[in-house]
């Protein structure tokens, strides 16, 4: 196992990725974690992060982690924490290396074979290595940084500057496969598709004859945990999907068809949109919606629960929680905790379950994997990621039941006719939203004065920073024609072309 030491970077989590695609297993631990826990470790990878070395408070490199004698990989601030700790020197640099750059690469040594003299690599820092430490060799350089790699082979420490984890670095994969093979000589442990077989037989074990609850939504997270726990235990699991009327149109009766077929006994649809959109009426300002929108989901399912409960004794409540939303420790991690906490169902106290997660380890491609692996169709693995409140953060202002159907037919064209231009998986999340000002426009010989509908699609890793798709201009004529010509209340159609940051990708 590679563990992945994890002091705030935005990467980290990718660098575990990779690994794991290697085949190897790899886990995120905090810079506090205690060594004597770990177990089975064959290599440490030092991330990046947005601390300086030379600063009081920054995270420091434990004395444990070298203790544990294996072979150690500094990236970037990982780098610069290895050369404090042997006795170098890291100081602010006169020119911040950001973006894409061209490195001078040593190639003598395991790190980098089968690199070539010049290598592509993503850079993203404002310190450097002024000095090596004692006993350590240079083995690369860029433009304003002479010492952006190096490495001492008795004890097994490499150290790069550069992030062999990103896709603009391109040879990083090679950089990690030999750390990985040549360097910590770990074994191949790790083969998602597996998983899936191993997974059940787990939760057949840890459920015995008890019964589960799992609340679905039509989300990816949570139909491959349910169709997890379907192939675990059958009838004595419990699927409630509670409908806020603020899903994509037609959403609500195919998440019950879906799960209806899949042979589900107990699925139990319960359609609370009267209620929801009683309690989001005058209300406009969206963190006040965001809070009615969470706080009801919860009363409702809690009902639901409290039933159930009365007539079959439920001893588990199943949640979705994939792998990134558990771990706490960097600064992107807690970021991406925040943002799902949002839609991750989280029971209150009173309700006495033990909680089960089967996807706890697991990252978002892997559950994809997973789900293939159970047959599950491409169309709900692969589709765009989804919020919790649903539309109503894509409503500016209030949210009516006029406002939502104008919102619902617009966007159901839209994501139609990016599927037919064979653009829907080029493309990380896309949608309509619709901006209730009203303009003057001209239909007919008439005048109109309606609805704005603003058109987003991005790309994107994460979800963290995204960009604005380019879009071809023929398929945004043909979806803005389509959009005002068949969507009553809609006079005009816009594409937004802005970036995140500074935007977000939702408008709410
Ligand atoms: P933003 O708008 O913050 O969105 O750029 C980033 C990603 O998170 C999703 N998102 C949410 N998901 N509950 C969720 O489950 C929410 O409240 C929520 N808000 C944003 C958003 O769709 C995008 O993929």
């Known amino acids: 196992m590679i563990a992945v030491v994890d002091y705030g970077s935005q ?24 060594t004597l826990e770990l177990k089975n470790i064959e290599g440490i990878i030092l991330s990046g992060g947005p601390s300086s070395v030379y600063k009081n408070r920054s995270p420091r490199l434990s004395d444990s982690l070298l203790k544990l004698n294996v072979p150690i990989l500094g990236i970037c601030y990982g780098m610069q924490l290895l050369a404090e700790y042997f ?7 006169k020119s911040r290396e950001y973006g894409k750059e061209t490195i001078f690469v040593n190639q003598g040594n395991d790190l980098f074979k089968g690199l070539s003299k010049r290598e592509t690599v993503w850079l993203s820092h404002g310190d450097k290595v002024e000095k090596l430490p004692k006993e350590f060799r240079s083995i690369s350089s860029s433009r304003s940084c002479p010492i952006a790699g190096f490495f001492n082979r008795n004890k097994n420490i490499y150290a790069v500057q550069f992030h062999p ?27 998602v598709k597996d998983q899936a077989t191993k997974i059940i037989k787990d939760l057949r074990e840890e459920i015995g004859s008890e019964k589960v609850l799992i609340g679905v939504s039509g989300g990816v997270d949570s139909l491959v945990a349910a169709n997890l726990l379907h192939r675990a235990i059958g009838n004595k699991l419990y699927a409630v999907f509670i409908d806020h009327g603020l899903l994509r149109k037609d959403e609500a009766e195919e998440v019950e068809v879906f799960y209806k077929k899949g042979g589900f006994k107990h699925f139990l649809k319960v359609d609370a949109s009267k209620l929801f959109l009683k309690k989001l009426k005058g209300v406009t300002d ?16 809690e009902d639901v629960a409290k039933t159930l409960g009365k007539k079959d004794k439920i001893a588990f ?7 990134p939303d558990r771990i706490e420790s960097g600064a992107s991690s807690k970021q991406a905790a925040k943002i799902k906490s949002h839609h991750n169902l989280v029971l209150p106290k009173k309700l006495k379950f033990q909680v089960i997660e089967p996807l706890a380890d697991f990252y978002k491609d892997e559950v994809r994997e997973i789900g293939e692996r159970l047959r599950l169709p491409k169309e709900s693995l692969f589709r765009h990621p989804f919020p919790g409140p649903g539309l109503a953060v894509r409503i500016l202002g209030e949210v009516s039941p006029n406002r939502l159907e ?11 006719e990016l599927k037919r231009a064979k653009l829907y998986d080029k493309i990380w999340q896309a949608f309509a939203a619709l901006v209730p000002v ?36 023929d398929v945004l004529e043909r979806v803005s024609s389509r959009i005002v010509n068949e969507v009553k209340g809609v006079n005009r159609v816009v594409y937004d072309i802005t970036q995140k940051p500074p935007a977000t990708i939702e408008y709410e």
């Open 11 to 34: 990467y980290s989590h990718l660098i575990a990725r990779r690994i794991r695609s290697l085949g190897v297993a790899s886990e995120i631990i905090s810079p506090q974690k205690n």
């Open 87 to 93: 006795g170098g020197r890291v100081a602010k640099s």
């Open 165 to 191: 984890e990103v896709v603009h670095t391109e040879n990083g994969q090679t950089v990690l496969k030999n750390f990985v093979f040549k360097i910590c000589r770990a074994k191949k442990s790790w083969n």
């Open 286 to 301: 969206p963190e006040g919606k965001r809070k009615i929108i969470g706080y009801t989901f919860i009363k409702v399912f």
């Open 317 to 323: 409540f199943a949640q979705g929680t994939i792998y």
């Open 406 to 416: 104008i919102l619902q037919e617009a966007d159901a064209i839209y994501i139609e």
């Open 438 to 473: 009203k303009s003057v426009g001209v239909m007919g010989d008439s005048r109109t004065y309606q609805y704005m509908i603003s058109l987003r699609a991005v790309t994107s890793v994460d979800g963290m920073t995204a960009d604005w798709f380019k879009m071809p201009l």
